[in-house]
Antibody
Framework: QVQLVQSGGEVKKPGASVKVSCKTSGYTFNGYYINWVRQAPGQGLEWLGR????????NYGRRFQGRITVTRDTSTGTSYLQLDSLRSDDTAVYYC?????????????????????WGQGTLVIVSS | DIQMTQSPSTLSASVGDRVTITCRAN??????LSWYQQKPGTAPKALIY???NLQSGVPSRFSGSGSGTDFTLTITSLQPEDFATYYC?????????FGQGTKLEI
């Protein structure tokens, strides 16, 4: 079955970097974007960025431009999120999640699939 | 960035009720709208994609509608397991965004 398994929790000091991994299995890696989404304690979902599995092209949320890097290793089906210059408000659960690359059109509208499978989440705590 | 605004932020309902949550984009997103359910301590679960397509395995009491800028998620005959937080998300642009969430409580 489809699985996205993330690395364990991290505690970091302000100004440090964190790197979270997401190992996928049970599906064709090349067919799905890997997205990264976070959720601060008691808050909503925030999209950080995504990577195209084939060419490694990335898109990042404007708030994170300059301090986020998402990469992938196609040989192992693993994606990595690195976030630099950590601040206390980066404390959150970080999720990786897959989304089918294809877009569809029908009935006069176009659409894409949903983010349909999620990792278990990785808690990153930023504290001095 | 495309801004997604959900209403209401909190919704009180009872088992058996029919409820509707709305999501509005500040510019057109065609049908690039998904809905998710999240329960405390767990990852979100996809309910609807393409504004109105039911994700595999999701009960038919969930339905979505809309296109362009205005969208709705409707749950008919609420079940106890439906009390959760619901999010909309646009994938029209290459900068995805989520709504702020709607907490459905008893």
């Amino acid at each position: 079955q489809v699985q996205l398994v993330q690395s364990g929790g991290e505690v970091k000091k302000p100004g440090a970097s964190v790197k979270v991994s997401c190992k996928t299995s049970g599906y064709t890696f090349n067919g799905y974007y890997i997205n990264w989404v976070r959720q601060a304690p008691g808050q909503g979902l925030e999209w950080l960025g995504r990577i195209h599995p084939n060419d490694g092209a990335t898109n990042y949320g404007r708030r994170f431009q300059g301090r986020i890097t998402v990469t992938r290793d196609t040989s192992t089906g693993t994606s990595y999120l690195q976030l630099d210059s950590l601040r206390s408000d980066d404390t959150a659960v970080y999720y990786c999640a897959r989304m089918k690359i294809a877009r569809f059109c029908g009935g006069g509208i176009c659409y894409s699939s949903a983010i349909d499978s999620w990792g278990q989440g990785t808690l990153v705590i930023v504290s001095s | 960035d495309i801004q997604m605004t959900q209403s209401p932020s909190t919704l009180s309902a009872s088992v058996g009720d029919r409820v509707t949550i709305t999501c509005r984009a500040n510019e057109t997103i065609d049908g690039f709208l998904s809905w998710y359910q999240q329960k405390p301590g767990t990852a979100p679960k996809a309910l609807i994609y393409g504004a109105s397509n039911l994700q595999s395995g999701v009960p038919s009491r969930f339905s979505g509608s809309g296109s362009g800028t205005d969208f709705t998620l409707t749950i008919t005959s609420l079940q106890p397991e439906d009390f959760a937080t619901y999010y909309c998300q646009q994938s029209y642009s290459t900068q995805y965004t989520f709504g702020q969430g709607t907490k459905l409580e008893i």
